[in-house]
C-alpha cells in the first residue's frame, strides 16, 4: 500500500467524517463494538478499531424448519409408513426418536415452555451494523460489525456474503451475537460489501430463523501514486503560492541587488553591498505564486490485467497527483473523460479538495458520463494559464484530439502514458504484422503531440511519478 | 493476528472429525441393512441407491467448505462440469434418500427386532453427525441437549423391538396391524406427555 506520507491527506479511516457521511469522533459514542462486546468477536481484527453504526434496525425473523428437521420428519415419516405396510412393530420403534424430537420442539415454540426460560420464537430481533470506514484506499483493510439483541438463549450465527470486488480478511462465518467480518476492496470502486446472512438456531436445532442484511456500499478510492515534485509553469498567475515566480515580490526567495530608490524599505538595505558600490543597494525577492492545475483522467479505454489496467493506473496517478499539488497550496481540478461526456471539479484548494477528486475519480467506475459536454466544458472546469497532466493510454481517438485542441488553445499539457498493455498477437504473420501496424499507430499518436509540444511520458505504475517527470520538475514548464 | 497453528489443528481435526464420522456412520447403516446380502431386484436397487445416496452425502460435506466462483462464464470445460457436480451435491436430499432407502432395504429382510433396532439407532446417529458436520454446531452441547429424548427414544425403539417380538395373539393380518398401531400410539402418547 502506498503511504499516505503528506500531512494534507489524513488517514483513510478519518475520511469517513469528510467525505460526507456525516460522522465524525463525536459519532462515534454510539460505536457498535463497544455495547455489544465485540472486541472479544475477532483478535485479528481488533487492530481495525471500533466501528461507526450505519444501520440499526427491528427486522423480521423468516422461521422455518431446518435442514435437520427435514431429514428426522423422512425418517420417521419412512419408520412409520413402512411399519404400517409391513405390518413391523420395530419399524415404528425406529420412528420413536425422530418423533419425540420433533414434537418436543413444536411444543416449546408454540407455548414458549421452556426448562432455559426462553419463550416463544421471536418475530422480531433489534440488528445493528457498523463498519470501521465506509471509504478506503485500495488494499486497506477494513470491518463490518454486526450484532444482534433480543435472541438470548438462540445459538447465532452469521455468515458473511461477500460481494463482488470483495476479498474477505476473516472467517466468513461466525457464531455468537455479535460478529466481526474483516474484508478488503483490492480494486478502487464504489462496492457492495454484500450480505450477511443471520441465522436462529433454536435449542433443538429443528427451527431456522433467518435475516438477510444487506451491508452498505462503500467507496474504494485508488491507492495515490508517490509524488514529491510538481511540474511548474513558467508564468503564474497573479495569485499568492508557494512557488517561486520569475517577477520580483514579496517572498522571502532572494532574487539579486538593485539602487534603492524612494519608498525601499529601510530593513531591505543591503549595507556590505552599499559600502562596496558607495551607493545605497537593496535586496529584491521572487514573487511567489500558485498555479491552477486539472487532471485529466481518460476513462473511455480500461485495457490491460485489471487491478493494473490503464484506468487503474491513469486514476492511481491523478489520485498522486491531486495530493502533491495540493500539498505546494496549488489549485486543482479534475475533469474524468468518459464514452460521451465529461465529470469535472473546478480547481480548488485545500484538504477537501482531495476527497472531492477522489470521489469524482470514483465516477469514472460508471464508464458513461451523463455530465458535461467534453468539448464545451465550462471556464471554471478549465480556467486559462492552467497546467493540465493528462492520464491516458491515448487509445480513443476522440480524446488525442481534444489534447491537440486543447494545445492549440494554449494550454501548457503533459500526457502521462498509462498504457501497459497490447493486444495478443498469435504467430501468424497477418497478426504479426497487424500489432505491428498498431505499435506504429501508437508511436504516431505520441510522436503527433510531441510535435506539437505536448510532452509524453511513459508510466509503468510501480515507480513513483517524480521519475517519468523529472525533465519537467527540474525547470519550469513552457 | 492470525490463529496459532495448534488451534487451527484442532479446528480443521474436528471438522474433518465430524465429516468423517457422518461417512462411516452412513456407510455402517448401510452394510448393516444390507447384510445378508438378497438378490431380489427391489433389495439390489434400494442397497445401490443408498450407497450413492450416501457417497453423495459424505461428498457434500467434504466440499462444503469449496466456495462457487463470482462469475461462472467462459469457464473451461472441466471447471463447468466440476461446478455442475457441486451444484448437484448441494441441491439434492441425499440423507433422506439414504435414510429411506436403507429403510426399504431393511424391510426386504424377514422381520428381525433387534436389528431394525440397531439400525434405527445408526440412522439417528447418521442424522445428528451428519447435521453436526454441515452445521458446526458443537457436538457436545447438541448431544446433551437432546440427551434426555435420544434415551428415551432408545426406550421406545426397544418397544417397538419388543412389540416385534411377542407372537401373535390370533393368527391373522389383523393382529399385527394391532401391534403396529398399538406401537405407535404409545410413541405418541409418550411425545406427548414426556416433559422437556
Same mark, same amino acid.
Given at each position: 500500500m502506498i503511504p499516505n506520507g503528506s500531512g494534507l491527506l489524513p488517514p483513510p479511516r478519518d475520511a469517513t467524517g469528510l467525505a460526507g457521511t456525516g460522522r465524525g469522533e463525536a459519532g462515534r459514542d454510539d460505536a457498535v463494538a463497544d455495547d455489544t462486546g465485540l472486541d472479544n468477536a475477532g483478535s485479528n481484527t481488533a487492530g481495525l478499531g471500533p466501528s461507526s453504526e450505519v444501520m440499526a434496525?427491528?427486522?423480521?425473523?423468516?422461521?422455518?424448519?431446518?435442514?435437520?428437521?427435514?431429514?428426522? %420428519? !423422512?425418517?420417521?415419516? +419412512?419408520?412409520?409408513?413402512? $411399519?404400517? %405396510? !409391513?405390518?413391523?412393530? +420395530?419399524?415404528?420403534?425406529? $420412528?420413536a426418536p425422530p418423533l419425540l424430537i420433533l414434537g418436543m420442539a413444536r411444543f416449546a415454540s408454540t407455548s414458549g415452555h421452556s426448562t432455559s426460560g426462553r419463550g416463544a420464537r421471536p418475530g422480531r430481533v433489534s440488528v445493528r451494523v457498523g463498519l470501521t470506514a465506509s471509504r478506503m484506499y485500495e488494499g486497506e483493510p477494513v470491518a463490518a460489525d454486526v450484532a444482534v439483541k433480543r435472541a438470548d438463549g438462540y445459538d447465532i450465527r452469521w455468515v458473511l456474503h461477500p460481494g463482488k470486488g470483495i476479498e474477505p480478511g476473516s472467517a466468513t462465518a461466525v457464531n455468537g451475537q455479535a460478529a466481526r467480518f474483516a474484508f478488503r476492496v483490492p480494486r478502487w470502486g464504489k462496492r457492495e460489501v454484500g450480505i450477511v446472512a443471520l441465522t436462529l438456531h433454536d435449542r433443538w436445532r429443528l427451527a431456522e430463523g433467518r435475516v438477510s442484511l444487506i451491508l452498505p456500499a462503500v467507496g474504494c478510492y485508488p491507492s495515490p501514486a508517490v509524488q514529491r515534485t510538481e511540474v511548474v509553469?513558467?508564468?503564474?498567475?497573479?495569485?499568492?503560492?508557494?512557488?517561486?515566480?520569475?517577477?520580483?515580490?514579496?517572498?522571502?526567495?532572494?532574487?539579486?541587488?538593485?539602487?534603492?530608490?524612494?519608498?525601499?524599505?529601510?530593513?531591505?538595505?543591503?549595507w556590505p553591498a552599499s559600502t562596496r558600490l558607495g551607493r545605497l543597494q537593496v535586496n529584491t525577492f521572487a514573487a511567489e505564486r500558485s498555479q491552477d492545475v486539472v487532471l485529466l483522467v481518460d476513462a473511455t479505454s480500461d485495457v490491460g490485467t485489471p487491478g493494473e489496467s490503464a484506468l487503474d493506473l491513469g486514476q492511481r496517478g491523478a489520485a498522486g497527483a491531486a495530493r502533491a499539488y495540493l500539498d505546494a497550496r496549488d489549485r486543482v481540478g479534475v475533469i474524468t473523460y468518459h464514452w460521451g461526456g465529461a465529470h469535472w471539479l473546478a480547481p480548488s484548494l485545500g484538504r477537501r479538495q482531495v476527497y472531492k477528486i477522489l470521489d469524482l475519480l470514483l465516477t469514472s467506475d460508471s464508464g458513461y458520463a451523463r455530465g458535461a459536454i467534453f468539448s464545451r466544458l465550462p471556464r471554471a472546469a478549465l480556467p486559462p494559464g492552467a497546467l493540465v497532466v493528462a492520464f491516458s493510454p491515448l487509445l480513443d481517438g476522440r480524446f488525442v484530439e481534444a489534447l491537440r485542441d486543447?494545445?492549440?488553445?494554449?494550454?501548457?499539457?503533459?500526457?502521462?502514458?498509462?498504457?501497459?498493455a497490447a493486444p495478443p498477437v498469435r504467430r501468424r504473420s497477418a497478426d504479426v504484422a497487424a500489432a505491428r501496424i498498431w505499435h506504429m499507430e501508437q508511436d504516431a499518436i505520441r510522436f503527433s503531440l510531441r510535435e506539437l509540444g505536448v510532452p509524453v511520458v511513459a508510466w509503468d505504475g510501480k515507480e513513483p511519478l517524480d521519475l517519468p517527470l523529472a525533465p519537467y520538475t527540474r525547470r519550469r514548464f513552457a | 493476528m492470525t490463529p496459532r497453528p495448534a488451534a487451527r489443528l484442532a479446528v480443521v481435526a474436528s471438522a474433518v472429525g465430524s465429516r468423517l464420522a457422518a461417512l462411516l456412520l452412513g456407510a455402517a447403516c448401510v452394510s448393516w441393512t444390507a447384510s445378508p446380502l438378497l438378490h431380489t431386484g427391489l433389495a439390489k436397487t434400494a442397497l445401490v441407491i443408498a450407497i450413492i445416496a450416501?457417497?453423495?452425502?459424505?461428498?457434500?460435506?467434504?466440499?462444503?467448505?469449496?466456495?462457487?466462483p463470482e462469475d461462472q462464464f467462459y469457464l473451461p470445460g472441466y471447471q463447468h462440469a466440476w461446478l455442475m457436480l457441486l451444484a448437484l451435491l448441494r441441491t439434492l436430499a441425499w440423507e433422506e434418500t439414504a435414510v429411506a432407502a436403507t429403510l426399504w432395504l431393511e424391510v426386504q429382510h424377514?422381520?428381525?427386532?433387534?436389528?431394525?433396532?440397531?439400525l434405527g439407532a445408526a440412522l439417528l446417529g447418521y442424522l445428528l453427525a451428519t447435521h453436526i458436520a454441515e452445521s458446526g454446531a458443537e457436538a457436545g452441547p447438541l448431544l446433551r441437549g437432546h440427551g434426555r429424548l435420544l434415551v428415551a427414544g432408545a426406550c421406545l425403539l426397544a418397544l417397538g423391538a419388543g412389540f416385534a417380538m411377542i407372537p401373535a395373539a390370533a393368527p391373522g393380518a389383523g393382529s399385527a396391524v394391532l401391534r403396529v398401531l398399538a406401537a405407535i400410539a404409545m410413541i405418541a402418547a409418550a411425545a406427548l406427555v414426556l416433559p422437556e
Open positions: 434496525d427491528e427486522v423480521t425473523v423468516d422461521w422455518r424448519p431446518s435442514r435437520h428437521a427435514r431429514r428426522l %420428519l !423422512t425418517l420417521a415419516a +419412512a419408520g412409520l409408513l413402512l $411399519a404400517v %405396510l !409391513t405390518r413391523n412393530p +420395530a419399524l415404528a420403534g425406529v $420412528a509553469l513558467s508564468k503564474l498567475p497573479n495569485r499568492l503560492g508557494e512557488h517561486r515566480a520569475r517577477v520580483p515580490g514579496d517572498g522571502t526567495e532572494f532574487a539579486g541587488i538593485r539602487e534603492f530608490v524612494p519608498g525601499d524599505r529601510q530593513r531591505a538595505i543591503n486543447m494545445r492549440e488553445r494554449g494550454f501548457a499539457l503533459i500526457v502521462v502514458d498509462v498504457l501497459n | 450416501v457417497t453423495a452425502g459424505g461428498l457434500r460435506l467434504a466440499f462444503a467448505d469449496i466456495p462457487q424377514p422381520v428381525r427386532p433387534w436389528h431394525t433396532f440397531a
